[in-house]
C-alpha cells in the first residue's frame, strides 16, 4: 500500500496528527504495537490519572470539607476498586472515541511493531508475527516515553511500581514511597494520600515541580503537608529491594554520607521518562539520537533525514500530551506545504493536585538568569469572596511583566481551577497583552479569575482592589 504520511505510534501526538493529515487530504496510514490506541496519555497518563484524582478529591471533600458544608455523612468508604473499575470505563470510553475518529476520517490503523525497512518503508510485526508493508512518502515517528526504572531499584511490576502499575492498585495502601517529587509522583502520591494512605515523598532537589516557579513549589509544598504528605528534600535514593509483601528503601542525605531505611508496602519510582524507540530499526533509515536517546530534530521536528519528522516525548521538550499534539499539527501541516510554528515558550504546564498548579512563559528564576528587569504581582486566593464561598483558600497568582514596557512574561498560579485558568494567560501571552491590559479587562464575579485580574493590578501599579 502507497500512503503519503506514515505515522508509528497513536499517543496524542501520533493521532492528532493522523487527523489533521487526512483533514489536509494526505492518504494516512497510523501503527499503533499496542490494542488500544490514544498512547501513554490515554490508556496509562492523562486521562486514569485524572480520574483517579478526581474520584480521590470527591472523597476526600465528603471525609473533610462536606460537613463544614452542612452535609453530614453518617458513613463514608473508599472503594478503590471501584474508583479503579470507573477510570478503566472512562479509558476504554475515551479509547473508542479515537477508534471512531480514526474510522471517521478514513484513516487505515494497523496493530503491530512498526520499524523501518528503508527510509520509505515501514514494516508492521503484529502479535502473532504476521508483516505488513508500508510505502511511504513521509513518516512520522511518535513512538512517546517510558518510565526511567534504574537497576538499583528492582522494579518488579509488584511491590516497586511505575505510575502504570499504580494506576491498577485496588487494595488501599498503608504506606508509598514515593521517589521523585515531580508531576506523576505528586499528582498519584496526592491519590492515595486524599484516601488514607500515608506517603512519604524523596526528592533529590531543594523543592518539588523544580521546573516550575519557586512560589508554586512553596504553596504547593505547603498545601500537601496539609494533606498529610511528608517530604524528604534534598535527599536521593539509592536503593530499592522488595520482599513478597513489602519493600525497603535505602535513602540518602544529598552532598552527605548519612544514610537511611524507609519501609512500605509500595514504592512508586517516578523519576522522569526515557523517549522510546526500541524496535523501530532507526539505523535503517538513517535517524539519529541524541546522547539522551532521543530522536534529533530541527525546529520543524525534521530528524536527520529529509522525508522522516519526530514529535512528541520521543524528542526534545517536555513530555507532555498538548506539546505532542501541536508538534503533530506542525509537522502534517509543513507537509501540506503550510507553514505553521509552535512558541514553545508558550506551552502551558499543569500539575493536577489541589490545589492545582498551572504555569506559562518564564519564572522568576529564569528571568533573572536571562538578566530581564521585571515586576512581580501577586494575589493570594483567600482574598477572593469566590474562594471563600467554596473553601479552597489555598493558593495565588503571580503574574511577571516587563519592568519596562509592563509586557506579561509569565504567569504562575496555585490554586482551585488553575488548570482551566492558565488559558487566559496563554491567550493574553500570545497576543502580547501588558499587565495593565489583562488589569483592565472584565472578570466576571465572583470567580478565581478575579485573582488574574488583581494580579496585574498588582504588576502594572501596586494598586490590587482587595488587598
Ligand atoms: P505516547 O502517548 O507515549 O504514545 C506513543 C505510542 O507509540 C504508544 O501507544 C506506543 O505503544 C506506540 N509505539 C511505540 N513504539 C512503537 C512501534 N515501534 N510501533 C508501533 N507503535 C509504537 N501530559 C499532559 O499534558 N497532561 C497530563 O495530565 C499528563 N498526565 C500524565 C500522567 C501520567 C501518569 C503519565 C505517565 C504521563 C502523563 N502526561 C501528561 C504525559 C503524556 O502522557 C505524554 O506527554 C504524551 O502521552 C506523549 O505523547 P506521544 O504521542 O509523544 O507518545
Ligand atoms: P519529573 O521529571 O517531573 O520529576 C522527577 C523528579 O525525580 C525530579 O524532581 C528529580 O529531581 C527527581 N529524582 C530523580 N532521581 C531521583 C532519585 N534517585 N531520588 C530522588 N529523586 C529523584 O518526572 P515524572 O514525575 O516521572 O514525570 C515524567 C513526565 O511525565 C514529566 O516530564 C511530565 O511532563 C509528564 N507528566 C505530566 C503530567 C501533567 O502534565 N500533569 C502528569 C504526569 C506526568
Not at 290 to 314: F, M, Q
Not at 408 to 422: K, P, S, T, Y
Not at 429 to 451: L, N, Q
Request: glycine share 8%; net charge neutral; aromatic share 6%.
Amino acid at each position: 500500500m502507497q500512503y503519503d504520511v506514515v505515522i508509528i505510534g497513536s499517543g496524542p501526538g501520533g493521532y492528532v496528527a493522523a487527523i489533521r493529515a487526512a483533514q489536509l487530504g494526505l492518504k494516512t496510514a497510523l501503527v499503533e504495537k499496542y490494542k488500544s490506541l490514544g498512547g501513554t496519555c490515554l490508556n496509562v497518563g492523562c486521562i486514569p490519572s485524572k480520574a483517579l484524582l478526581d474520584s480521590s478529591e470527591h472523597y476526600h471533600n465528603a471525609e473533610k470539607n462536606f460537613e463544614q458544608h452542612g452535609i453530614i455523612l453518617k458513613s463514608i468508604v473508599a472503594d478503590l476498586a471501584r474508583m479503579v473499575e470507573r477510570k478503566n470505563e472512562v479509558v476504554s470510553q475515551t479509547v473508542s472515541g479515537i477508534e471512531f475518529l480514526m474510522k471517521k476520517n478514513k484513516i487505515d490503523v494497523l496493530h503491530g511493531i512498526g520499524s523501518f525497512k528503508d527510509p520509505h518503508n515501514i514494516v508492521v510485526t503484529d502479535d502473532e508475527g504476521k508483516t505488513t508493508e508500508l510505502s511511504t512518502k513521509k513518516t512520522i515517528i511518535a513512538t512517546g516515553s517510558k518510565p526511567i526504572t534504574p537497576a538499583a531499584f528492582n522494579y518488579d511490576k509488584k511491590r516497586v511500581i511505575t505510575s502504570t502499575e499504580a494506576l491498577q492498585i485496588s487494595k488501599l495502601p498503608k504506606k508509598m514511597v514515593v521517589i521523585g517529587g515531580g508531576v506523576i509522583g505528586l499528582e498519584l502520591g496526592s491519590v492515595f494520600a486524599r484516601l488514607g494512605t500515608e506517603v512519604v515523598v524523596v526528592e533529590y532537589l531543594e523543592r518539588i515541580i523544580a521546573g516550575m516557579d519557586v512560589d508554586c513549589s512553596r504553596e504547593l509544598t505547603k498545601s500537601l503537608k496539609k494533606l498529610g504528605m511528608t517530604f524528604h528534600l534534598s535527599h536521593m535514593v539509592t536503593k530499592v529491594q522488595s520482599s513478597k509483601t513489602n519493600v525497603a528503601i535505602e535513602v540518602q542525605k544529598r552532598d552527605s554520607d548519612e544514610t537511611f531505611e524507609l519501609k512500605a508496602d509500595y514504592c512508586l519510582v517516578a523519576i522522569g521518562r526515557r523517549p522510546f524507540t526500541d524496535g523501530l530499526d532507526l539505523d535503517k533509515a538513517g535517524v539519529k539520537l541524541d546522547e539522551k536517546g532521543r530522536v534529533i530534530v530541527d525546529e520543524s521536528c525534521l530528524t536527520s533525514h529529509a522525508d522522516i519528522y519526530a514529535i512528541g516525548d520521543v524528542i526534545r521538550g517536555a513530555m507532555l500530551a498538548h506539546k505532542a499534539e501541536e508538534e503533530g499539527i506542525l509537522v502534517v501541516e509543513q507537509i501540506a506545504g503550510q507553514k505553521p510554528h509552535i512558541n514553545y515558550n508558550l506551552i502551558p504546564g499543569v500539575v493536577y493536585t489541589w490545589p492545582e498548579v498551572a504555569s506559562v512563559g518564564y519564572t522568576e528564576d529564569t528571568l533573572k538568569e536571562k538578566g530581564v528587569e521585571y515586576k512581580v504581582g501577586k494575589f493570594p486566593y483567600k482574598a477572593l469572596g469566590r474562594a471563600r464561598a467554596s473553601m479552597d483558600i489555598d493558593g495565588m497568582v503571580k503574574i511577571l511583566a516587563d519592568k519596562k514596557t509592563d509586557e506579561v512574561l509569565g504567569v504562575h498560579i496555585v490554586g482551585a481551577r488553575a488548570a482551566d485558568m492558565i488559558s487566559e494567560a496563554v491567550v493574553a501571552m500570545e497576543f502580547r497583552a501588558s499587565a495593565e491590559d489583562i488589569a483592565r479587562m472584565s472578570h466576571a464575579h465572583p470567580t478565581y479569575t478575579e485573582a488574574i485580574k488583581e494580579a496585574a493590578l498588582m504588576a502594572t501599579e501596586n494598586r490590587a482592589l482587595h488587598i
